[in-house]
């Protein structure tokens, strides 16, 4: 008589075990990075535990792929990056586009705003406060080899191409356009970001530092900046559609379909503002504002631009790159440190579709609206004198 074998059961059970251990681990990454698509390609990467840790600080920073590790400025930009991690590209598109405000460098810590920066590993230690303070700072160029700085244009260069900001200035596009119709799109990707209540600015949250109200969210400050554009005798198409609610996720496949449209219909654009504002807060809760040294009660600006760095189609990067350029140096040239260093990307950001197409970040959830409004004023009346010209 033949003894029963135990061994099939018991390796259904390790294989059963292993099989809930991996669905646990690939939800919790799902609820980590917002994207199941995401998870599933984080989870089947993955070599070893250090290799898991980095990965998942990456997607939760959105973080390129293919930078060793994190930086200290990386470890410190994590604001609400679980509600926004791995949008995915349109339908038939492998290229990754992540949100903004958790996806760039934007510069080195200035406290004093005098333009001199200070390395981020020996000025984050020191940066903390009350866990309801929000620290100011004014963000400048810093010296890694990361940063290109000639004259009043600085460029926090995300890629392994070599930049020639010289050469970049002298490529400038022209913004006026020919024939009747508006010449500037203003949108939002990220329509419902908000910033710190203050005073009478005061809205009901549909998230953490995001709201419904119009009033009170980015589209008041596109509206700011659609004001300065018509006061000027240029005009404005001013999409207020909020494409990251009520998912946050596809929002830029959603707001691509707004852009194309408006071109469609109108022609005559030649300048495309996809206007968001960023998010800073340290793993401590600090929560860190953005001010110019130059203007008081002033937010600081800054354009992030994409590339076809990633492989992806994008015949217009070099040119939106020097209309950045362009803008940039003539905003410092009036107001020294109202825009922070230019971030260039793998990724595209939509910006593909056109030339004169840019991303504009507009403060911090640190500051307050009102000094997003001042900011983004006199950001919009510098490009329109450029215009005008």
């Given at each position: 008589m033949r003894k029963k074998r135990t061994t099939r059961p018991v390796l259904r059970g390790l294989r059963l075990g292993a099989a809930v251990a991996v669905a646990g681990i690939a939800a919790w990454l799902v609820w980590l990075v917002g994207d199941p698509?995401?998870?599933?390609?984080?989870?089947?990467?993955?070599?070893?535990?250090?290799?898991?840790?980095?990965a998942l600080l990456s997607a939760e920073l959105?973080?390129?792929?293919?930078?060793?590790?994190?930086?200290?400025?990386?470890?410190?930009?994590?604001?609400q990056s679980s509600l926004l991690g791995g949008l995915r590209p349109a339908e038939g598109s492998a290229e990754p586009t992540p949100s903004p405000e958790q996806s760039h460098d934007p510069g080195e810590l200035d406290p004093d705003g005098d333009g001199e920066g200070e390395e981020e590993e020996d000025n984050l230690p020191g940066s903390t406060t009350a866990p309801d303070g929000i620290i100011p700072k004014t963000m400048v160029a810093g010296t890694s080899a990361k940063y290109v700085t000639e004259g009043n244009v600085s460029i926090y260069n995300h890629t392994d191409y070599a930049l020639d900001i010289a050469?970049?200035?002298?490529?400038?596009?022209?913004?006026?356009?020919?024939?009747e119709g508006p010449k500037v799109l203003i949108?939002?990707?990220?329509?419902?970001?908000?910033y710190t209540m203050d005073g009478t600015d005061m809205y009901e949250e549909s998230d953490s530092y995001?709201?419904?109200?119009?009033?009170?969210?980015?589209?008041r400050v596109g509206e700011e900046m659609a004001a300065v554009f018509e006061a000027a005798g240029i005009g404005v198409v001013h999409d207020t559609t909020l494409y990251d609610y009520p998912s946050y996720n596809n929002a830029y496949?959603?707001?691509?379909e707004g852009v194309q449209a408006a071109l469609k219909e109108y022609p005559s654009l030649v300048l495309l503002l996809d206007v968001h504002r960023d998010a800073l807060v340290a793993s401590d809760g600090t929560?860190?504002?953005?001010?110019?040294?130059?203007?008081?009660?002033?937010?600081?600006?800054?354009?992030?631009?994409?590339?076809?760095?990633?492989?992806?189609?994008?015949?217009?990067?070099?040119?939106?790159?020097a209309l950045a350029a362009e803008i940039q140096?003539?905003?410092?040239?009036?107001?020294?440190?109202l825009a922070r260093p230019i971030v260039l990307r793998t990724s595209r950001f939509n910006q593909h579709v056109s030339t004169g197409a840019l991303l504009v970040e507009v403060g911090t959830h640190g500051n307050t609206l009102q000094e997003a409004i001042t900011a983004a004023r006199l950001y919009a009346r510098t490009v329109a004198e450029l215009m005008t010209e």
């Open positions: 698509a995401a998870a599933v390609e984080e989870l089947l990467g993955w070599a070893d535990s250090a290799q898991a840790a980095t959105g973080a390129p792929r293919g930078e060793a590790g994190l930086s200290a400025w990386d470890r410190l930009v994590l604001a050469g970049l200035l002298s490529a400038a596009p022209e913004l006026s356009g020919e024939g949108y939002h990707s990220h329509a419902t970001e908000a995001r709201t419904l109200n119009t009033d009170q969210n980015m589209v496949i959603r707001s691509i929560i860190y504002k953005v001010v110019s040294g130059s203007v008081d009660n002033c937010a600081q600006v800054m354009m992030v631009l994409g590339s076809d760095a990633s492989g992806q189609l994008h015949p217009n990067w070099k040119v939106n790159l140096d003539a905003v410092t040239s009036k107001w020294a440190t």
